[in-house]
């Protein structure tokens, strides 16, 4: 098991991950990064509400893309998911259910 240091919106996040996924942890970190920022100045929120924020924007993100309507021309033959999108799927849902875990925990 390898020991990352994450930085989200300013703050370090020690995570635990499977050698060799370090690398793939790192673009989802970024994505969550830019979420994080995008959800307002981290300064004024606590670490569980900023990260049930980034959460909310992440699903929202999600949401659409899962709905989305394929256009007609491209709806003849699908394109087959890519597995490192379904892996980051599986892992901003994880993430969503954490940070509603603990923004519970806070109410």
């Known amino acids: 098991m ?11 996040f020690m995570v635990t991950c499977q050698d060799g996924e370090e690398e793939h942890l ?12 995008e959800a307002g100045d981290p300064a004024g929120l606590t670490e569980s509400r900023m990260l049930l924020f980034t959460s909310l924007l992440l699903a929202d993100e999600l949401h659409a893309a899962r709905n989305k309507k394929p256009e007609p021309e491209t709806a003849k033959e699908p394109a087959k998911p890519d597995p490192k999108d379904e892996q980051a799927i599986i892992a901003l849902e994880k993430l969503a259910d954490r940070a509603e875990q603990l923004a519970s925990s806070l109410e």
């Open 2 to 12: 390898a020991q990352m240091k994450l930085e989200i919106a300013g703050r370090s």
């Open 26 to 37: 790192t673009r989802l970190a970024a994505m969550v990064d830019r979420k994080a920022r």
